[in-house]
């Protein structure tokens, strides 16, 4: 099945060189090198850091400062995670055993919610909140 596109549309206009259908050269902010990564999902977006969120003293990273939306932004992401993590994943198993499409589905839900989570690539800020959220809830199982 084909990618969920998310966010905004791209065109590519790629120079004569590069291309035999070209009707028009690029602005010159624009390669289209560029246009075709940022449809893609590529380098116009922020990635996300090595490690893992939660253990900054670990060589990972604290969400909420990469996140760069405050605390009440962070927490009202977080709190509007949780919620769609209940309704729509199996809390029982960790992310890695989770249905694909319910994953994209709260990360759907997330973007549509919070928009500039499509500055992100591959809405990794929600996937690190279904992690950490679903690792504590089976460690409360336990």
Request: aromatic fraction near 6%; charged fraction near 25%; glycine fraction near 8%.
């Amino acid at each position: 099945s084909a990618p969920a596109v998310r966010g905004k549309s791209v065109a590519i206009n790629a120079p004569s060189s590069d291309s035999e259908h070209s009707e028009s050269s690029p602005a010159p902010s624009e390669s289209s090198l560029s246009s075709l990564e940022s449809e893609l999902g590529g380098s116009d977006k922020i990635s996300k850091p090595s490690g893992e969120a939660g253990r900054p003293g670990r060589g990972g990273y604290n969400l909420e400062e990469q996140l760069g939306w405050g605390d009440s932004g962070f927490k009202s992401l977080k709190r509007f995670v949780n919620k769609a993590i209940k309704k729509h994943l199996d809390v029982t198993k960790c992310r890695s055993q989770q249905d694909r499409k319910a994953l994209d589905t709260v990360c759907d839900l997330a973007i549509a919610e919070f928009p500039d989570l499509s500055t992100f690539e591959n809405c990794w800020p929600v996937l690190d909140l279904i992690q950490m959220h679903l690792k504590y809830l089976s460690s409360r199982a336990r």
